[in-house]
């Protein structure tokens, strides 16, 4: 009897095939996990990838070898029509990945906040008019593939504290609301939770929320490693703020950088039994339904 296969062993070409061909109904919405924050968002026809992280660049610049290999190679990414970054960070903002989604993919519109905009122009090519300056502070409705409705938010982050590079709205690290097919979800980027962001998040009503649990300390900041809130603040965060379900992100890539999301599942257990949460595992899709929908 033939065993199913894991997105660990499917091809890239199977991958794809899979997001092309998932068409979830009103009231869902289908999620891939990539490690790190690299997710993909999928409405009826719409396909978001948040911060896609494919390269070894980090390796190349750095050393800094993957725990496990990438399940695409920047080039296997065919079916793409948003592209959205949270910050500038090498495994945020991949400057081997995001020029490949963009001459592959010409549809693609690039949200990225406006410091991010020289690199995207400069070193990855991008042509300004298809990048949107990720302005926090309002919702931007874009119209996806085949005149699917998008709203999209920009939501301030802070990585470890909150920093603008222009105008108030112009904040260096965000999250995004992603409203589409009659689902919200939260990416939170990288963040720690700052004083306005739970009742923030409470009156969004969100279905799903994505939240880094890999956490920050003395040790790691001595290296430069920038950190996000632990799993206790994400799981107290998912509580306080009513997030439908929580998915756990930013704990599996890096072993100098990384948590168990097992405490993550324990820490929710003990203390919210009633937090609806999910796992994914690497490559998964996930389609998530809301309870509005049946109502």
């Not at 979830?24 to 990539?34: I, K, N, V, Y």
């Not at 962001?197 to 409470?202: A, D």
């Not at 009513?242 to 203390?271: C, M, W």
Request: charged share 25%; net charge negative; glycine share 6%.
């Amino acid at each position: 009897m033939n065993q199913p296969q894991s997105a660990q062993t499917r091809s890239p070409e199977v991958l794809m095939a899979e997001i092309r061909d998932t068409s979830p109904p009103e009231g869902c919405m289908a999620l891939w996990f990539f490690g790190q924050e690299s997710v993909v968002a999928k409405g009826r026809h719409t396909v978001i990838y948040v911060d896609p992280f494919f390269s070894d660049y980090l390796e190349q610049l750095h050393g800094l070898k993957r725990t496990y290999p990438s399940l695409l190679r920047p080039e296997d990414v065919v079916y793409a029509d948003l592209c959205l970054i949270t910050h500038e960070h090498d495994d945020h903002l991949d400057i081997k990945t995001l020029p490949a989604i963009a001459a592959r993919c010409p549809q693609v519109r690039f949200v990225a906040p406006a410091c991010c905009r020289p690199i995207l122009e400069e070193q990855c090519g991008i042509h300004p008019e298809r990048i949107i300056d990720a302005l926090t502070g309002q919702w931007m409705e874009l119209e996806g593939r085949e005149g699917e409705r998008v709203r999209i938010q920009p939501v301030p982050a802070a990585h470890e504290s909150l920093e603008t590079t222009g105008s108030e709205r112009e904040h260096r690290f965000v999250g995004y609301l992603v409203e589409m097919n009659g689902v919200i979800l939260y990416h939170a980027g990288d963040t720690v939770v700052y004083p306005e962001l739970p009742e923030f998040l409470r009156r969004e009503r969100i279905d799903v929320g994505m939240l880094p649990i890999n956490g920050r300390d003395y040790f790691r900041n001595s290296r430069d490693i920038i950190g996000n809130m632990n799993i206790r603040e994400a799981a107290e965060l998912a509580a306080v703020t009513g997030l439908e379900t929580v998915i756990p992100l930013h704990y599996d890539v890096f072993a100098n950088n990384s948590e168990k999301p097992g405490y993550f599942l324990q820490e929710l257990y003990e203390r919210t039994p009633g937090q609806k949460c999910h796992v994914m595992a690497r490559g998964e899709r996930f389609v998530y339904v809301s309870p509005r929908t049946f109502f």
